[in-house]
Structure formats: structure tokens, C-alpha cells
């Protein structure tokens, strides 16, 4: 268990929607990321969070936002939703600059 | 700009052979970490190993070890003594040093099956 929380696992979701997925991270670290795995792709980088505030955005859309609430709590938000948004969206978080990443287990989207 | 490559999409290995998983990167940085992740079919991501620019040893844990040719560019991962449990993808990732703010960007993959 990495200690880090993603709800929901599971989202079907129709095209136009808007879903809002969830993370919290491990106790401890302030630092939080979002990736963007689509099939058999590699992890796309998404935005980064430290302790609140955006630190480095990535090729994340913008459809897309996200933001870190003052719990250290993180939501990614997708909006207008598209057929090439069904992907498996992970969250991580880390303490330090030569800590490894941690990751949650994933919310997998599949839009209809 | 940072770039991760791996250039070998999938690998067919001998269980009990020991594997080398290519890894090279571009950073302007001379502050860097590097990663390898293990992504089993389940899906979720496994942290392996971690490699620091200014370490001057390879690391190692366990089974696991990173060749790191700091000249060369290269951060490859070599598995000693592979299992029927090491098929998965193998992600290599490097994260730049600035501040608190830091990308932390991965390769495309490699696919690794273990033959029994």
C-alpha cells in the first residue's frame, strides 16, 4: 500500500460531462502529481502541486484543471468530456527531491 | 527541454537470465534523480530503484540494479536473476531539480515477458 487514496477507481461517464476525480496523498508529503495513462501508452505529466499551489504544468488541456486544497487533498477536474479522454489517471505524491513517487492506484475513465 | 527514451518497445527473457532494460536521457539540469518503475498488468505503479546525479555509486535493491553512465546519458536497469513475476512494463523516469517545482517525466516503456 503506497499510502495514496484515489477515488473513485471505476468512472463511466458520457461525452460533454464533467467528472472530478480524487486523490489524497501520502501523511506527510506536500508535493502532488497527476498523469494521464491512455492504452498501452507511457505516463503523460500532467500539473504538479506543492503544499497549495500550481509548481509545473505538463500537456494537460484545457478542459482540464486541477488544484490542491489546504488538507494537501488534490482534484483533477475534466470537463467537456471526449471519447480520447478514456484513460487510467494516477495521482502521486512525494516528500522530498530525491524521493521516489508514490502511487495511487489509479481512476480508471472510460467515456461512452 | 528533459527527455526520457527507451528505445526497446518489448523483451523476451529466459526465466533465471539476468535483463538489461535501456534507459537514456537529455537534461540541461546537473541536478537530476532517476527512477525505474514497475507496472504490472494489475496496473498500478511499483517504485524500483532511484539513481541521483551526484551519487557515485550504482544503486541497488535487491535483485535490481542501475548501471548509470553519467557521460553517456544512460540510467539502464538490470534485473539479475529474472522471475515469471518480473513480466510487466518497465518505466524509466527523471525528475529535474528546481526548487519545489519539478517535472517528473517517463519513458514510453519497455513490455518485459519472462519465458518459463
Known amino acids: 500500500d503506497s499510502g495514496v487514496t484515489q477515488t473513485p477507481k471505476h468512472l463511466i461517464t458520457a461525452t460533454g460531462q464533467r467528472v472530478t476525480l480524487r486523490c489524497s496523498p501520502r501523511?506527510?508529503?506536500?508535493?502532488v502529481y497527476w498523469y494521464q495513462q491512455s492504452l498501452d501508452q507511457g505516463l503523460q505529466f500532467l500539473i504538479q502541486?506543492?503544499?497549495?499551489?500550481?509548481?509545473a504544468k505538463g500537456n494537460i488541456l484545457e478542459r482540464f484543471s486541477a488544484q490542491q486544497f489546504p488538507d494537501l487533498h488534490s482534484e483533477l477536474n475534466l470537463s467537456s468530456l471526449e471519447l480520447g479522454d478514456s484513460a487510467l489517471y494516477f495521482c502521486a505524491s512525494t516528500r522530498a527531491a530525491d524521493s521516489p513517487l508514490h502511487f495511487g492506484n489509479g481512476t480508471r475513465l472510460t467515456v461512452t | 527541454a528533459q527527455k526520457i527514451t527507451q528505445t526497446q518497445p518489448g523483451m523476451f527473457v529466459q526465466e533465471k537470465e539476468a535483463v538489461t532494460l535501456d534507459c537514456t536521457y537529455d537534461?540541461?539540469?546537473?541536478?537530476?534523480?532517476l527512477f525505474w518503475y514497475k507496472q504490472p498488468s494489475s496496473g498500478e505503479m511499483i517504485f524500483l530503484i532511484y539513481?541521483?546525479?551526484?551519487?557515485?555509486q550504482n544503486a541497488t535493491e535487491g535483485r535490481y540494479s542501475l548501471n548509470f553512465q553519467k557521460a553517456r546519458k544512460s540510467a539502464n536497469l538490470v534485473i539479475s536473476a529474472s522471475q515469471l513475476g518480473d513480466s510487466a512494463m518497465y518505466f524509466c523516469a527523471m525528475r529535474e531539480w528546481y526548487s519545489s517545482a519539478s517535472k517528473i517525466i517517463f519513458g514510453s516503456g519497455t513490455r518485459l515477458s519472462i519465458r518459463p
Open positions: 502541486y506543492y503544499n497549495g499551489e500550481e509548481r
Open positions: 501523511s506527510g508529503d506536500l508535493s
Open positions: 537534461t540541461s539540469d546537473q541536478s537530476y534523480g
Open positions: 539513481q541521483g546525479s551526484y551519487d557515485e
